[in-house]
């Protein structure tokens, strides 16, 4: 039996068993990532799907994922992919440079690991991140951000951008409705700020009656500012009933917009709603002058009037890749 170092998890694995996430396999003494080289499918989405909306406006992503993942959300929105177990589910064999070359062929701008929690499977990723540079081809993630040290480091400082999926800002929070702990995601999320050159957006699901209260809400945009400046871009986005949290109705919008306004009091500049279709307010607008900047509607842009990231009514600098 070995210990898994990967994740805060430290999953003690028997030999030819698999860990909590379900691809991290002691084999032979060793753990070996067995999702390595197989795919769920692949995908063109556009950037602003992940989301990032700072990153690359308007450009395409090629998007991939496997299966797994070391929570267990219970209002989880890709259950299938995320707590399925079957091999055969990732019935798609992709070869790093084949995924980068394929990515160069759509003309896609980036490669984004999403789906499922891409960490527990990052030495894949890592891998295609490296084919995908040669090619002059950026890689973003889609994740949790609940993982150790030396692998944090490994994976996310390959990548060019990342978002952030804080699930809720108490631990209580975490234990109940994920399985797991937010100190080492708010760990995680600060190493990324303040330790390497990846672009981080950050997305919140707003649950009723499990994370939605002002006073949870204000406390989360307040660490964000006092620890990674106000300038970080913080997306909310609306629960619809899924998996195994089906006793509560979908997010209401005054739930949403309360969320917006409390994370802009708090100071952070650039805050968005998805998931909910709010016209304005997945556009990016000046925090100066107050001037739309990119016009939005759901993933698509209708307008872009930024000049090398400035405002070109008041020139403030927009914070962006």
Known sequence: MITCDHCPRHCRIEEGRRGFCHVRENRNGRIVCTAFGHTTGLSIDPIEKKPLFHFKPGSKTLSLGTIGCNLNCSFCQNWTLSRNTRDEVMNVRAAPDAIAALAREKECESIAFTYNEPT???????????EAKRLGISSVAVTNGFICGEARSNFYSILDGVNVDLKGFSETFYSKYCSGSLAPVLDTIEWIAKETNVWLELTNLIIPRANDSRDEISRMCEWLVEHLGPEVPLHFSAFFPKYQLTDRPPTPWETL????????????RYVYVGNSRAPGYESTWCPDCAQMLIGRDGYQIFENVLQDWKCPYCGTKVPGR
Do not use: D, N, P, V
Request: charged letters at 20%; hydrophobic letters at 50%.
């Open 257 to 268: 917009k309360i969320a917006f306004q409390t994370a802009h009091k708090a100071g952070l």
């Open 120 to 130: 527990i499977w990052s030495e894949y990723a890592i891998e295609i991140a490296k």
